[in-house]
């Protein structure tokens, strides 16, 4: 039996950060991870460039069914604190667009950075480390068993993630930890994950396959202004995997695909200084060649080689609200293989928002991905993990 003062389970950026906090308060800290080697997760991030943070982080830029939790850990522990924390291991980074920082070099830099601050305060990290058991001490805390051995700790951390992305080793551990211990879970759903489409809108994806088009698009009330890819089997880039967190099966969606024009407007004064192009022609430039195509070949195409000027108001008003309201409705997502986060999870009714440990069950502390609260795209997320590892590293 081996002791320890904490017990990490997870080497994820928020079980990192949660264990080199802990060793800095002269905590003896011990990190299980399951994986071959920690940090997969951070290391793939950001097109292996890793968006550490956001300049732009508020509370309204998380999802949770209690809205309020988040904003004392993000208070705590802000992005200027992290970046300050980059900048003195000097790592060099840019912001590439919306407030999103990403290392110049490599998202190795990052995963160094927390690998250096955990050895430095002496950190013991076992990976290949498959928990069989947790178990509460009569005296308190906690043993855990890991094939032949055993550890003991007084404070243990889940931080072991979601289910997103499950080949970099995602599993529901942490969620089997919190039923264990009596927690409820909120039903758990892919998020920042491209669309899928079985209908017409697949073929215009496949045909269209690698286009990026600036949108805006919209449900529920949520509406973002960023890239819309398309993709073989639907779409993808950062409008829809910002709005996939949002969206709730057998709904539409809705596309702005000329956001910077009013539609009507346009397609009228196109008929008066254009009138003898054809539709497309004019729209080529706009939306490219191939989506004017497809979508001619749907919405308009008796009218695919009739000159503008012969087209009527009363079509062009429907084209133009096509354009500018396109009604697609997914028939799913991608789900957890290429989801990069998970939504829901541990109900944060059960947590404290200052320590993140349990109410109900002493020395037990929830952090990141495991928790319901879920980040924007855009580095969000992983502010979340650096602030909640934060939190509850001050106090196990």
């Known amino acids: 039996m081996k002791d320890y003062d904490v017990i990490v389970i997870g080497g994820g950026a928020a079980g990192l950060f949660c264990a080199f906090t802990a060793g800095q308060r002269g905590q003896s800290v011990l990190v299980l991870d399951s994986s071959n080697k920690v ?3 951070i290391l793939m991030s950001g097109g292996g ?3 550490f943070t956001n300049l732009d982080t508020t509370p309204e830029n998380f999802l949770s069914s209690n809205p309020h939790f988040c904003i004392s850990a993000l208070n705590r522990y802000n992005q200027w604190q992290f970046i300050d924390l980059v900048e003195r291991h000097q790592i060099p980074y840019h912001e590439k667009s919306h407030g999103e920082l990403f290392c110049d070099n490599s998202s190795k830099d990052i995963l160094k950075m927390l690998l250096d601050e955990c050895a430095a305060v002496g950190v013991v990290i076992e990976t290949k480390a498959m928990i069989s058991q947790v178990e509460v001490c009569d005296e308190g805390g906690f043993t855990l068993s890991v094939k032949e051995k055993h550890f003991q700790c007084r404070s243990l951390v889940v931080a072991s993630g979601g289910l997103s992305i499950p080949t970099l080793g995602a599993s529901g551990f942490g969620y089997d ?3 264990q211990f009596g927690l409820n879970l909120l039903p758990r759903t892919a998020g920042l994950v491209p669309f899928t489409f079985s209908d017409w809108v697949k073929d215009i994806s496949e045909a269209n396959s690698g286009l990026s088009v600036d949108v805006e698009m919209s449900v529920n009330g949520m509406s973002f202004r960023e890239n819309l890819l398309f993709t073989h089997r639907g779409i993808s880039g950062p409008a829809a995997l910002q709005l996939s967190s949002y969206w709730k099966p057998g709904q539409f969606i809705s596309v702005n695909l000329l956001p910077d024009q009013n539609a009507q407007a346009l397609l009228l004064e196109l008929k008066q200084s254009n009138p003898k192009s054809l539709l497309r022609s004019l729209l080529s430039p706009l939306l490219s ?5 497809s979508l001619e070949s749907i919405y308009w195409a008796i009218y695919a080689d009739t000159a503008i000027a012969e087209i009527p ?10 354009l500018s309201n396109w009604q697609l409705k997914p028939s799913g997502t991608e789900g957890y293989r290429t989801a990069e986060v998970t ?6 009714d059960h947590i404290s928002s200052k320590t993140m440990e349990c109410k109900t069950q002493p020395g037990l502390y929830f952090v990141g991905e495991v928790l319901d609260v879920t980040g924007h795209l855009g580095g969000y997320n992983f502010q979340w993990a650096w602030a909640s590892g934060y ?3 001050c106090y196990v």
Request: charged share 20%; hydrophobic share 35%.
């Open 39 to 41: 940090g997969k997760k």
């Open 49 to 51: 460039r890793c968006n």
């Open 177 to 179: 930890i919190a039923e």
């Open 289 to 293: 060649k191939g989506l004017t195509q």
């Open 313 to 322: 108001n009363g079509v062009l008003q429907y084209i133009a609200d096509t």
């Open 343 to 348: 939504l829901c999870g541990v109900d944060t």
């Open 391 to 393: 939190a509850a590293g």
